[in-house]
């Protein structure tokens, strides 16, 4: 008996910080919000202290000078699709969930990581990955399907070529 509570007062620990798939919706859906609102001092806040306050501080003086830029004009939806686990030592501490999302020029993926504050520890607003295109190529358009195709081309060129380098 004592092993067993011990086995599950360690495995309480070690899931207590672990954030579920909610966690990840709520906060695309903030992300959402303050993109379409323009709002990107609320966006840079979003982002992990881990990615250090300078940097944050340097981000919200140049938003000083210049308006905030929606480069795929506006968000219209966004879909959780699941976790990638390729990147990073391929564990589930590295990993980042990634999402469908749909703007008026471009549908991509787009993913992250959170820290235990549900606050960016990794963000990539337009994501690819071997595993992540293989899921998503066929929802691709706009701006975004020309961005994967070219970087499937490059990566296939250079795959290629390292191939015949070992021949």
């Known amino acids: 008996m004592k092993h067993l ?20 919706e709520q906060v695309m859906a903030q992300y959402e919000h303050y993109y379409n609102n323009g709002n990107g001092d609320s966006i840079i806040y979003m982002f992990s202290d881990e990615d250090g306050v300078a940097y944050k501080q340097k981000r919200l003086d140049a938003l000083k000078n ?6 795929y004009g506006r968000m219209h939806s966004w879909k959780y699709e699941g976790v990638d686990t390729s990147e990073g030592g391929g564990d589930m501490e590295t990993a980042v969930r990634f999402f469908l999302v749909s703007f008026d020029s471009s549908t991509h993926a787009m993913s992250f990581s ?10 990539r607003p337009m994501t690819m990955t071997d595993y992540i ?3 998503l190529r066929k ?7 020309e961005f994967y195709l070219q970087y499937g081309d490059e990566n296939r060129q250079d795959a290629n070529k390292k191939k015949k380098k070992r021949s």
């Open 133 to 135: 295109n293989s899921k």
């Open 139 to 145: 929802y691709y358009k706009g701006k975004g399907k």
């Open 66 to 71: 210049k308006k905030w830029e929606q480069p």
């Open 114 to 123: 959170l820290d235990k504050q549900n606050k960016f520890l990794t963000f």
């Open 5 to 24: 509570l011990w086995a599950l007062a360690l495995l309480s620990g070690s899931t207590a910080f672990g954030q579920s798939r909610s966690d990840y």
